[in-house]
């Protein structure tokens, strides 16, 4: 008898040892409170997901032990990520409304199908036409208006790496709660190429490899892997054929290139991109992103090419012919062989800048080494992209002539 009323125990034990793991330990697992393991950078996020948890009974509440059940209502789940500033930032899945801030930001997201995702813009924004009905939240994302976005209650907001220079407004986002991803669509880093071999200069990321890396990043927040495959697809091949007309130049017929930004006169850009379109950066020895040089120096190398970046909102040619005759009336150029020469064009920024990245790249490696491009046409390419990712063409000047 003795023996029978302890075994009894043990086996009363064993059940609500078992009972206690069902209902305790294995909610806890399912509620994702643990936080020992967070990734800090989860390209490919691991949806956890989070049952309700019924609040504990006061002393008034009749107590009742339900059913023991497990029934998951609705999938979330968080994804802690650094961003381009190498910011922490944790977001909520699944992103539904997005605050896009910067113009090469909001075609990225247009293209791979978030247009209607999108509430908030700046006035910069402005590419596809169809962006211009989201309400704007400000000039650019460095002055935008913090009130009225914090209002609008987006899931994320998307910026480029001029909102942290502006501390004030940046911070206050952060406190409202609101996860803030810092990220330039092209990339800043200075580099020297002029010492590059052949090979090292082929096999070195373009622009258009950025973007395309990119875009796979931001998947890891937003999904749509399908339309960012699509757009790859669509868009190496053209880099690729850049790539390899440039390989067969030599090297004594590289073309010297001074490239400004218009608004700045003599504020240049060191970047590898002109040396992957045939030419040689005048700056390339400037240990900064965006030097400014005198026109002493730029009269010095001479420059064959000259290329100034502009924006233009409207995409008017009456934009790009003014920017030009600013340079071709500067007295100090006079003698330069770009000048001499007619050989100084026009960019607009958006032509050089995200998605759109493969047109301002044909148009630069048509206008440095015009005998390797005679059959390509990059505004019949910007029309093609228009009609695929946005089905519509679009009017308007992105370079010139």
Same mark, same amino acid.
């Given at each position: 008898m003795k023996k029978t009323t302890t075994t009894f125990i043990v086996i009363i034990f064993i059940v609500a040892l078992l009972l206690s793991a069902s209902t305790g330990v294995y909610l806890h697992y399912f509620s994702g409170k643990s936080s020992e393991h967070t990734p800090v950078i989860a390209p490919t996020p691991t949806l956890t997901p989070i049952l309700p948890v019924s609040p504990s009974p006061t002393n008034s509440d009749p107590v009742v032990t339900p059913t023991p059940t497990v029934k998951i209502e609705e999938v979330s789940a968080t994804i802690t990520v650094r961003d381009g500033a190498g910011y922490t930032v944790t977001i909520s899945l699944p992103v539904k409304s997005i605050a896009a801030l910067d113009g090469g930001i909001v075609e990225i997201l247009c293209v791979i199908g978030l247009r209607d995702s999108i509430i908030a813009r700046c006035d910069s924004c402005t590419m596809p036409p169809s962006i211009l009905t989201v309400t704007s939240v400000g000039l650019n994302d460095y002055e935008p208006n913090v009130e009225a976005l914090i209002a609008l209650k987006p899931d994320i907001i998307f910026a480029d790496s001029m909102l942290p220079y502006n501390e004030a407004s940046y911070q206050q986002l952060k406190n409202a709660g609101i996860p803030v991803y810092i990220v330039d669509t092209t990339n800043p880093e200075p580099v020297n190429p002029s010492k590059m071999t052949k090979d090292e200069l082929y096999n070195s990321p373009t622009p258009i490899d950025f973007v395309c890396d990119l875009m796979q990043n931001f998947t890891a927040i937003v999904g749509h892997h399908e339309q960012v495959t699509a757009y790859?697809?669509?868009?190496?091949?053209?880099?690729?054929?850049?790539?390899? &007309?440039?390989?067969?130049?030599?090297?004594?017929?590289?073309?010297?290139v *001074?490239?400004?930004?218009?608004?700045?006169?003599?504020?240049? *850009?060191v970047t590898q991109s002109i040396y992957q379109a045939g030419g040689v950066n005048i700056a390339e020895n400037q240990t900064i992103y965006s030097p400014l040089l005198s026109p002493e120096f730029v009269v010095e190398q001479n420059p064959a090419v000259i290329i100034e970046y502009i924006l233009s909102p409207t995409h008017s040619v009456d934009d790009f012919v003014a920017a030009k005759n600013v340079v071709l009336s500067r007295s100090v150029l006079q003698n330069v062989d770009a000048v001499k020469n007619g050989r100084v064009y026009i960019i607009d920024w958006a032509a050089r800048d995200g998605v &759109?990245? /493969?047109?301002?790249?044909?148009?630069?490696?048509?206008? /440095?080494?015009?005998d390797f491009f005679v059959d390509i046409d990059p505004a019949t390419i910007n029309q093609e992209f228009n009609q695929k990712f946005y089905g519509t063409t679009i009017d308007g000047t992105f370079g010139y002539p």
């Amino acid at each position: 008898m003795k023996k029978t009323t302890t075994t009894f125990i043990v086996i009363i034990f064993i059940v609500a040892l078992l009972l206690s793991a069902s209902t305790g330990v294995y909610l806890h697992y399912f509620s994702g409170k643990s936080s020992e393991h967070t990734p800090v950078i989860a390209p490919t996020p691991t949806l956890t997901p989070i049952l309700p948890v019924s609040p504990s009974p006061t002393n008034s509440d009749p107590v009742v032990t339900p059913t023991p059940t497990v029934k998951i209502e609705e999938v979330s789940a968080t994804i802690t990520v650094r961003d381009g500033a190498g910011y922490t930032v944790t977001i909520s899945l699944p992103v539904k409304s997005i605050a896009a801030l910067d113009g090469g930001i909001v075609e990225i997201l247009c293209v791979i199908g978030l247009r209607d995702s999108i509430i908030a813009r700046c006035d910069s924004c402005t590419m596809p036409p169809s962006i211009l009905t989201v309400t704007s939240v400000g000039l650019n994302d460095y002055e935008p208006n913090v009130e009225a976005l914090i209002a609008l209650k987006p899931d994320i907001i998307f910026a480029d790496s001029m909102l942290p220079y502006n501390e004030a407004s940046y911070q206050q986002l952060k406190n409202a709660g609101i996860p803030v991803y810092i990220v330039d669509t092209t990339n800043p880093e200075p580099v020297n190429p002029s010492k590059m071999t052949k090979d090292e200069l082929y096999n070195s990321p373009t622009p258009i490899d950025f973007v395309c890396d990119l875009m796979q990043n931001f998947t890891a927040i937003v999904g749509h892997h399908e339309q960012v495959t699509a757009y790859v697809n669509w868009i190496q091949p053209y880099n690729q054929l850049v790539k390899d &007309r440039i390989y067969t130049l030599p090297s004594d017929k590289q073309a010297k290139v *001074f490239l400004e930004w218009c608004n700045y006169p003599y504020q240049t *850009f060191v970047t590898q991109s002109i040396y992957q379109a045939g030419g040689v950066n005048i700056a390339e020895n400037q240990t900064i992103y965006s030097p400014l040089l005198s026109p002493e120096f730029v009269v010095e190398q001479n420059p064959a090419v000259i290329i100034e970046y502009i924006l233009s909102p409207t995409h008017s040619v009456d934009d790009f012919v003014a920017a030009k005759n600013v340079v071709l009336s500067r007295s100090v150029l006079q003698n330069v062989d770009a000048v001499k020469n007619g050989r100084v064009y026009i960019i607009d920024w958006a032509a050089r800048d995200g998605v &759109r990245s /493969i047109v301002g790249y044909l148009y630069w490696a048509k206008w /440095i080494q015009p005998d390797f491009f005679v059959d390509i046409d990059p505004a019949t390419i910007n029309q093609e992209f228009n009609q695929k990712f946005y089905g519509t063409t679009i009017d308007g000047t992105f370079g010139y002539p």
